[in-house]
């Protein structure tokens, strides 16, 4: 089912197949608000919580669906056959007596409960007290907040999340090598996801390089930051350095733009940077297509490190993650004393046997 699941569903829909990346709907949303707030248009962003959405999957309507889909009739004769007298947690609650005409077919069922609602935009005065007591300062869609003081909602919490991990982990013995790992999967998974929509300051970047370097050396730094960011048979021990690993993920969105399927933030990556990357994608700059003459902050950001990289970075490729952020790491022209003071010595094999 994976090799088709993209071709069936929405290319909004993501989460649900193969390099569909959930991050696209969450930056589409970013972006949509950054666009009315230029603008100074007014909007809302509701979002909806299914009450128990898949309890209440009809599953009649799960195998009709997969018929107009045209899957296989051995895959939906075992669907059957696993739906078959299978009993619903909600088969003993109360049900409402009518639904909407979505949730009449699927047995979708909006919690009107959970719904919330955030001013975009311009504010405008909002009679309607039912309204009124739905609307909130941020909302929380897919683990990111928006929403006043967004920034600080989404960085402060994994500031002090990666300062506490590393203040209890400081006195372990542990060797510098197992405690890249450590900072590399663990304390920096969540600014990870986040930084692929919500940039940090300068100064979030700092309190957390402070952190995760003192939990590092738990003492004077006695190598060279860029020393430990490169590659392990470049003479470095891979140490992740946060600011070009997130400049990293923001020059690969103009890669996914050119290799994927329209989807809305490539909408809006058209209407504010199409005429920048046009040399990579010459239709992006057609009169077809809006074009925005102003910029907002992210797509200043993606603009500035395109400059920056475009002679240097093929981004027309499929190009990996990794792949660009060790392109920019390679940039850097810094060298390692010991082969400063020996150049005429290839140390790329040396490192490979000491680390191997």
Not at 24 to 40: A, F, Q, R, T, V
Request: hydrophobic content about 35%.
């Amino acid at each position: 089912m994976a090799k088709v699941i993209n071709q069936l569903i929405d290319v909004n829909q993501t989460g649900a197949g193969p390099n569909k990346k959930i991050t696209e709907n969450i930056y589409g949303i970013d972006s949509i608000i950054e666009l009315m707030e230029m603008n100074d248009w007014n909007g809302y962003l509701v979002s909806f919580d299914q009450e128990k959405a898949f309890d209440r999957v009809e599953h009649n309507y799960t195998i009709q669906v997969m018929k107009k889909m045209n899957f296989p009739p051995g895959i939906v004769r075992w669907m059957e056959i696993i739906y078959k007298d299978i009993k619903k947690i909600s088969d003993y609650e109360h049900l409402v007596k009518e639904f909407k005409r979505f949730g009449e077919v699927s047995g979708s069922k909006i919690n009107e409960s959970k719904t919330e609602i955030l001013e975009i935009g311009r504010k405008k005065t909002v009679d309607n007290q039912q309204i009124k007591d739905l609307i909130k300062g941020n909302i929380k869609v897919l683990g990111i907040k928006f929403g006043e003081n967004k920034i600080d909602k989404n960085w402060n919490p994994i500031v002090e999340t990666i300062t506490k991990t590393c203040k209890e982990w400081e006195n372990r013995n542990i060797d510098i090598y197992s405690k890249v790992q450590i900072i590399n999967t663990y304390m920096l998974s969540k600014a990870w996801f986040v930084a692929r929509v919500i940039l940090p300051t300068q100064e979030i970047t700092k309190r957390i390089n402070r952190a995760i370097y003192k939990f590092i050396w738990n003492g004077p730094e006695l190598i060279k930051r860029t020393t430990l960011n490169k590659k392990k048979k470049k003479g470095g021990i891979q140490m992740p350095d946060l600011e070009e690993k997130i400049n990293a993920m923001w020059l690969q969105k103009i890669s996914d733009m050119i290799n994927g399927k329209p989807t809305i933030w490539k909408t809006l990556f058209t209407y504010f940077l199409g005429i920048t990357t046009r040399e990579l994608m010459p239709e992006l700059a057609e009169n077809k297509y809006s074009h925005s003459e102003h910029l907002g902050k992210n797509a200043k950001k993606i603009k500035e490190l395109y400059i920056q990289y475009r002679s240097k970075i093929k981004l027309t490729e499929n190009i990996t993650l990794k792949e660009i952020y060790y392109e920019i790491i390679g940039q850097k022209k810094n060298r390692i004393t010991v082969e400063e003071q020996n150049r005429g010595i290839e140390f790329t094999n040396i490192w490979t046997l000491i680390y191997s």
